[in-house]
């Protein structure tokens, strides 16, 4: 993987201190850090008016309450490798996920690769409560099943809810764009979170670059050397999916 840009890791260096402004801390509490994140999306759309979403890795979880919250602000959402999977986090080993370190998650059978976080999902694809139809009630939680096999060796087996499947609310009302990449941590798992979301009745214009000739891009596509090629699959699936809004009277 090269990226696009040289970075020293020194401050004073222009480019180092541009990436370096735009991290900002994250929070332990990762139900209170969602839920903050929801609300001051939803109250920027009141600001600024009908949006087309973008999001990427830790941010997608947000989309999805986000739709629910302002269905008829967010005209579409388009996810470079969302929050996933669902139901558990994978944990891999030599890596801490979240805080979970390999030797503490769930071992899964048939795998010495993938292990699950124990944690789980409540609402599958967001730690903060999501509206489903029939609704998830403490009397009537979501239940979740893996797939029996896994779709190919270095794949996980996906979590998905138990038929028969309950509806995301009002999500599916927009055309939504889930770009994978090749060479990504999320690449064992992307194919989890676009079937979950299927199941709930949300369809998914799911593109893995890598099949129309945009090879071995990392997680963090948007800043490889390819990233224009990139930018322009979503500026021309934004052109046939999403009208044009209507010019303002003069």
């Excluded at 970075?7 to 139900?31: H, K, L, W």
Aim: hydrophobic share 45%; with cysteine; proline share 9%.
């Amino acid at each position: 993987m090269c990226l696009s840009i040289d970075i020293f890791g020194d401050p004073g260096n222009p480019v180092f201190d541009n990436y370096f402004a735009s991290n900002v801390p994250s929070m332990e509490d990762r139900r209170m850090q969602a839920r903050m994140n929801v609300d001051a999306l939803a109250a920027l759309l009141d600001r600024v008016g009908p949006s087309i979403v973008v999001v990427h890795s830790q941010s997608g979880q947000y989309g999805w309450p986000l739709a629910q919250a302002r269905p008829g602000l967010v005209k579409a959402i388009v996810a470079a490798e969302p929050s996933g999977p669902p139901v558990h986090d994978v944990v891999v080993p030599g890596v801490a996920r979240f805080g979970m370190v390999f030797e503490n998650a769930t071992a899964v059978e048939g795998t010495e690769m993938f292990r699950d976080d124990p944690r789980l999902k409540q609402f599958g694809l967001s730690d903060i409560p999501m509206a489903y139809d029939p609704p998830v009630t403490a009397q009537s939680p979501l239940e979740f099943v893996r797939q029996d096999k896994a779709e190919a060796p270095d794949l996980v087996r996906c979590w998905r809810q138990k038929e028969p499947a309950r509806r995301l609310v009002a999500v599916g009302e927009r055309p939504i764009l889930y770009l994978a990449a090749e060479a990504s941590f999320y690449a064992p798992y992307n194919h989890c979170t676009v079937a979950y979301l299927n199941q709930a009745d949300v369809k998914i214009a799911y593109v893995q670059l890598a099949e129309i000739g945009l090879r071995g891009n990392g997680h963090m596509m948007m800043m490889e050397k390819n990233s224009d090629a990139i930018a322009q699959v979503i500026v021309d699936w934004l052109d046939k999916n999403v009208p044009a809004p209507a010019a303002s009277p003069r």
